[in-house]
Each structure stands twice: as structure tokens, then as C-alpha cells.
């Protein structure tokens, strides 16, 4: 363990939300810590701020008064940054500019001692980028913190290419000793977290455009069905539709315009509107006092048809079984059918998603009345689940295939016929982009797994759903999507190779 001791000074330079986050951990980790920022007053009010947070966490009982009191006096703000040269580590959270970065490690070089620590907590700008101007640019690494800080149990070291491993070691070590679960990445564009996320909002987004369903109803699915903390809709809400359109910009111009992390023309609209989530009051959503709250679309109720077969015992098929049992309701099981045909009720035979839209799966099986599932992540817990009709499939079994599923307890999101439908080609694209990530040594299986977990609160990390899901289903949704939407879809070289190698993208 090479965490910088307790009574090693720490500097935090630009007092905005992450500097004061940062500063936070750092003086309740036991530094005596100096904020700095250029704006006259702004290192004093963010300290006013850290003090009234500290102080309401004590009358809360969720912090120990002496700790918060050991903390506050330790922290200052510094006049200048002639202060600072006695710091060991300095962290940058100032303007996302690279310009101003690089002039203010510039400046700092001149006063600190050469074995200070330097590190930026930029989301977004190479490392290497901003210590190439400096004469030891081997001690400055990126701390990426996920905000709010204090609350947020993630960062992301990053590793320039001159960052030193000993540099990396004991900014991870030192994040480790405030607390923080520190996973390591190089510094390529959006880092680990930011750039395995894209798919999230962008599949998301574009489902909405092609109509597929609304936002409440997408948002709905994605919890309900996916595990997600919080839909697209909402989380973009929340996020910010400009900061969430910027950093997906940034991700897509970093990649030379890669299909893949294409903005979206939905989200520009919202940006160009004004309507950038909470903080304006209105995104997808409406946050204005009275408006109603988001209302998810699901189908009115059906008759079960009396005349039910579940074949096979994948997830799906094992949880309508449990269900229909439970609510003494009569089916027929087979063993696995040839066309992997889930179940059979009345006129209807439903399908889980291969990335083929319905209509295209009704035509290959020359069977009319097909309807598909979506992927869930538990489908013994989950209470709704997406439905999606062949064109040419008759009204009749269409409610039959409603009528079992309500049966058996789901609320049914009925959507329009999309390839892919809406968790599986979220899921299946951040799985691709993950096994992408991994295979250029952006980080470890293991750490990519985990950052994902916590910097985003995924359910799972997207390593581990392949492994569940299999990577060879995760290859047929991929190229399925791919001969009908284009590159977008492309599974990567480290998925095929998981695919034909029979190993895990953990062994890859
Ligand atoms: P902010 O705008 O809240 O705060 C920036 C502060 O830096 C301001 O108080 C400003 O006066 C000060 N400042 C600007 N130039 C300065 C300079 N040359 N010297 C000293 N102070 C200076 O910004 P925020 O959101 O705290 O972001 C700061 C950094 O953290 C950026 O690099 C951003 O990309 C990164 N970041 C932001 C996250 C977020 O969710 N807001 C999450 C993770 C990283």
C-alpha cells in the first residue's frame, strides 16, 4: 500500500462541484486540504458549503461530530497558488479546458517540489495531452471522480502515456484510503465509464426516433425489465440533455465519427429547445409543479387462452412456468423446440428477440402469428415485459400472446416491431462496446465490470450479462441488427473471438 499518509497536504484547485466534492473526501480522509480558485470567494463559499453538509450529516447521526470537526479544521482556501508549495498531491477540477489545464500545471511545476503529485479529474481530455507541456510529466495522472463525490464510490485513474506506474499506484491507493474503489484505466477517449455508457442513452435514443415506444414507456422497460437504476429519459433528464449531448459528442468526435456513438437528432432537438432535463423543467419529462407524473404505456387486459405450451427450460420459459403454476393456471411443457419457440398460447407462438425484428422472423418461419419477448434480466421478479407483433401477425393472436403474459403476471409493454427490441439491443451493444474496451487495454475485465457497477449503478457488470446471456447470442443479436441497421452494429473482434473460441470475455 503506497497511500500518501494522512498528514500529507492536499491541494484542490477550481472550488466548483467536484472541487468542493473532492476536497471534502479528502479532509474527511484526514489531509489538511487547501481549495483554490480563481474566482474571488468561490474557495470560501464552497468550504461555507462543505461545513453546512458536514454539520447536517452530523445532526443526522450519519457522521461522527469529531471527525467533521477534525476535517473543517483542516480545510482552507488558499489566496494564492504560491500557497500550495508545500502540497504532496494537487487535483485539478477547474474548466474543462485543455488551454487552461495545461498554463495552470505549468504554473504549478514552478512552486511545488518535484515529488509532488500532480492529477486531473478532467472527464474528458487526454491526460497525455495535458502533461505534455510539463518537465516531469511522469507524476501526473487523471482522478477521475463521478459526482456528487462524497457519495459516488468510484474513480477512474487514468494513465497517461508518461504517467508513471508508481504515479497511478498511489493516486489508486490513496483514492482506496479515502474510501473510494479505484479501478485503472489509459487514457483513451471517455475513459472506462464514459465511454462503455454510450449505448445506454444512444440505443435509447434512437428507439425513441424510430417511434418504437414512448419515453415513460422506455424508461419503464429499462427498470423494470433491464435492472437499470433509472431509463434514459429520466437519467438524461437528470444528467443534463446538454452535458449528456456534449460528452456523447465529445466520445463520437474523439472516434473519428464511429456509427456507433452517433449523437442523436432527438436529444439536439431537446438541447436547441431548451428543455435540458430537472433543471430547466422539462426534458423528456415534465418536472413543472402539477404536470403529471410519466405513465408508462401498457395493453389492456386480455382473456388467457385456454390452450398454453411452455417448451424448453430457458430463463424465460422456467419463469412463465413458476408463474402460471403459482397462479393455477393449466399449460403443457415440451423439451426445447427446433425453432426455440418459447411458448404457445391460442394462435399465438412467441419467441425471445435474435435481433430480428417480428416481421422478419414471421417471414423466415412462414409463420404469420410470431411475436417476440424481450431480453429480462430477471424473469421470475420482473412485473412487465415488452411485447412485439409481426405486421402480418392476425389482432387475435396478438391478445392471446397479451392474455398469457398478463396470466402469468407481467404488465405487457406492447412496442413497435424494432430489431433487437429495446433491453436486448441496449445490453448487446454495451457488452460490445465492453469486449471492445477491454480488448484495446483501455482496463481489466474485472475492473471494467466493476466501474460499471459503480460509476453507473449497472445491475451487472456487461462482462458478466455476457456470460449469462452467452456470447454467441449476443454475436446472432448483433449481426441480425447489423444486416438491417448497418456497421452501427458490428459485433467487435474480441466478441467474435469469444464466440468462436468458446471462452469468456473475462479470458480474453
Ligand atoms: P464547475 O464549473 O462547477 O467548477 C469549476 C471551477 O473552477 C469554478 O469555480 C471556476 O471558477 C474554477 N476555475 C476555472 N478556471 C480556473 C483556474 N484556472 N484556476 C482556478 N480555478 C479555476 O465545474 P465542475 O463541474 O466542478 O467540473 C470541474 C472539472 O471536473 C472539469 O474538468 C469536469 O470535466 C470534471 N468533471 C465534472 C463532473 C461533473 O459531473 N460536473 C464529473 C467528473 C469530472
Known sequence: MTALAPRTTVAVIGAGTMGAGIAQVAALAGHPVFLYDTRPEAAAQAITGIQQGLHALVSKGRLDASLAETALDGLRAADALADLSGCGLIIEAIVERLDAKAALFDALEAIVAPDCLLATNTSSIPVTAIGAGLRHPGRLGGLHFFNPAPRMPLVEIVSGLDTTPTTA?????????????????????????????????????????????????????????????????????????????????????????????????????LVDGGRLGRKSGRGFHDYREGAPAPTPHLAAPQTCPTSITIHGDSPLALALRARLQTRGIAFHTTSAAQDQRIAEAGEAVLYLTDGRSATRRAHDLDRPATLLLDLVLDPMLATCLPLAAARQCPDTARQDAIGLLQAAGFGVAPTQDAPGMVVMRTVAMLINEAADTVHQGVCS??????????????????????????????????????????????????????IHSGKSLHDA
Not at 454475436?475 to 469469444?498: F, I, K, M, N, W
Open 169 to 269: 499506484t498511489t493516486l489508486a491507493d490513496t483514492a482506496t484510503a479515502w474510501g473510494k474503489t479505484a479501478v485503472h484505466a489509459r487514457s483513451t477517449p471517455g475513459f472506462i465509464v464514459n465511454r462503455v455508457a454510450r449505448p445506454f442513452y444512444a440505443e435509447g435514443l434512437r428507439l425513441l426516433q424510430e417511434q418504437v415506444l414512448d419515453p415513460a414507456t422506455l424508461d419503464h422497460v429499462m427498470r423494470i425489465c433491464g435492472g437499470f437504476r433509472m431509463g434514459p429519459c429520466e437519467l438524461t433528464d437528470l444528467i443534463g440533455q446538454d452535458i449528456n449531448a456534449a460528452v456523447s459528442r465529445s466520445v463520437w468526435t474523439a472516434f473519428h465519427h464511429a456509427p456507433r456513438f452517433e449523437p442523436s437528432l432527438l436529444q439536439q432537438e
Open 445 to 498: 475485465a474485472a475492473d471494467l465490470n466493476l466501474a460499471m457497477r459503480l460509476g453507473v449503478n449497472y445491475p451487472l457488470g456487461p462482462l458478466d450479462w455476457c456470460d449469462r446471456i452467452g456470447a454467441g447470442m449476443i454475436g446472432t443479436v448483433l449481426t441480425h441488427l447489423r444486416s438491417s441497421d448497418g456497421e452501427r452494429y458490428r459485433p467487435c473482434g474480441a466478441l467474435q473471438s469469444a
